[in-house]
């Protein structure tokens, strides 16, 4: 899933959890520090029952990072 959110364009990924009808997510935002393009990815901790309950939570963890000014970001 992809979503161009602010400055950012933020992709959402899922994969199931070993052993457990469950599902992760990982994001990856990217956007532009210092006049290059940077990739952050963050992961979820949490597991989810469904991929799109995943995929939802991936996108609001998402903009509340680069709402709070992408901190710790890498690059």
């Known amino acids: 899933m992809e979503e161009h959110y602010k400055?950012?364009?933020?992709?959402?990924?899922?994969?199931?959890?070993?052993?457990?009808?469950?599902?992760?997510?990982?994001?990856?935002?990217?956007?532009?520090?210092?006049?290059r393009e940077v990739s952050q990815d963050l992961k979820l901790d949490i597991d989810y029952e469904t991929a799109e309950q995943a995929v939802r939570a991936g996108l609001m963890f998402s903009k509340k990072w680069v709402d709070a000014g992408k901190p710790n970001a890498s690059g």
């Open 7 to 35: 400055d950012t364009i933020i992709l959402i990924t899922t994969d199931p959890v070993d052993g457990k009808a469950r599902w992760k997510a990982t994001c990856t935002i990217k956007f532009v520090k210092d006049k």
